[in-house]
């Protein structure tokens, strides 16, 4: 069986300061993998996707940077946050790109002060 | 615009009872759709999918979907407490090589389930 994790559980940063966040799949090859964000109580925006290691694809524009360094691994990451950045970040992954079912992992609320 | 759209934005149902969502789509392109559930705090999680015009039933679960009135529904029936949840359509195209093809969500409907 999959399993997805993402690190840390929760963050409280301060404004300007840098941030990584890290979602690992075990269990899937090659797996399609997503960042998402979400805005308490809101809707989910797709931040950026990856089809292969090495390869990440930007989908919306927030002062934020992914990378896929291994297979099995995401990671998110800014060095300066803002404010706007609060939320939960959702880590996910697929089979196929898109056009099928996405499978999230647990979530990472930031707290930006 | 908002390209897939929810209502009702709010929704309370007796436990025992049947709960309703739609969701409706303004760009026909749109031809797969999804149902995901997210419990407070957790990642959302698939209910189902349906690509077909017609009904799909999973359990205490049916959606439907009309892909010419671009209108895909939820039905739950037999509604418990921890169906309590936010719940997301989400719409996707065919997806062509080298597009930045991505699922579009919806705003969320939040059901509450009373016992």
């Known amino acids: 069986a999959q399993t997805i994790h993402q690190w840390p559980v929760a963050e409280i940063k301060a404004v300007g300061s840098p941030l990584s966040l890290g979602c690992t799949i075990k269990?899937?090859?090659?797996?399609?993998l997503y960042w998402y964000w979400q805005a308490t109580g809101g809707t989910l925006q797709q931040l950026f996707y990856s089809i292969t290691v090495g390869q990440v694809e930007s989908v919306v524009q927030l002062n934020l940077s992914a990378s896929r360094p291994k297979d099995d691994q995401f990671i998110l990451s800014t060095e300066k946050l803002l404010l706007s950045h609060s939320g939960f970040y959702l880590c996910a992954w697929s089979r196929h790109f898109n056009q099928d079912t996405q499978y999230f992992g647990p979530g990472t609320r930031l707290l930006v002060l | 615009q908002q390209k897939v759209q929810q209502s009702p934005e709010s929704l309370s149902v007796p436990e025992g009872g049947m709960a309703s969502l739609n969701c409706t789509s303004s760009?026909?392109?749109?031809?797969y759709f999804w149902w995901y559930r997210q419990h407070s705090g957790e990642g959302p999680k698939a209910l189902m999918s349906i690509f077909s015009d017609g009904d799909k039933k999973e359990g205490r679960f049916t959606a439907h979907l009309n892909k010419a009135s671009l209108h895909v529904s939820l039905h739950i029936r037999d509604s418990q407490p921890s169906d309590s949840a936010l719940y997301f359509c989400a719409a996707s195209e065919p997806y062509n090589v080298g597009d930045n093809s991505k699922l579009i969500w919806g705003l969320g409907t939040s059901l509450v389930v009373n016992p």
């Open positions: 269990g899937k090859s090659s797996p399609n």
């Open positions: 760009d026909r392109n749109f031809q």
